[in-house]
């Protein structure tokens, strides 16, 4: 996994210390370069990361001579740290997202590509029915012409009645 930027590892760090911490301590713990140090010691300074009660050129010759600084977290850091960490989870599900995403459109062009290949075959064969089915339905054929013809008699027969009276 790719390392934090060096700000947010400042950052983290002054929130676990949760208080005062020496400056100097700082750079050796997360072993911080010198190009690192002299930005973060001008960042610092000018009041953009973390809070300290001293002045911009203080923190400067401190930093250049390795003396204590003391400097601790402020309220703002605190907020960029959990501003941070709600980007990386919002980032995280997206990708989460983004996959049960991909993964639902390949299953419905499979299914789409399926249902077309059942039709065709379905359209492209004859439909063979076994020879019990056409006796029965020859069956039903003749039940329902008989029914038919009395149910015209019926007729026929409430008809002449009609026409009596």
């Not at 299914?111 to 075959?121: D, E, K, P, R, T």
């Not at 359209?123 to 006796?135: A, D, E, F, G, R």
Request: contains cysteine; hydrophobic residues 40%; negative net charge.
């Amino acid at each position: 996994m790719k390392q934090d930027d060096i700000f947010i590892r400042v950052i983290q760090y002054a929130v676990e210390k949760n208080g005062a911490f020496d400056l100097i301590q700082m750079f050796e713990e997360l072993e911080v370069s010198g190009s690192q140090k002299s930005m973060l010691a001008d960042q610092i300074g000018h009041g953009n990361l973390l809070a300290h009660n001293k002045n911009h050129d203080i923190i400067n010759r401190c930093v250049k001579e390795t003396r204590a600084v003391d400097v601790w977290c402020s309220a703002v850091d605190r907020f960029r740290l959990l501003e941070y960490q709600e980007l990386t989870e919002a980032r995280e599900s997206s990708l989460s997202a983004n996959k049960m995403a991909t993964k639902a459109i390949v299953i419905s062009i499979i299914s789409f590509l399926s249902g077309i290949a059942f039709s065709w075959y379905q359209v492209s064969n004859p439909i063979t029915l076994p020879k019990q089915h056409y006796k029965e339905m020859s069956n039903i054929v003749e039940l329902l012409s008989s029914k038919s013809r009395s149910d015209e008699a019926i007729v026929l027969e409430v008809n002449k009645e009609t026409e009596k009276k």
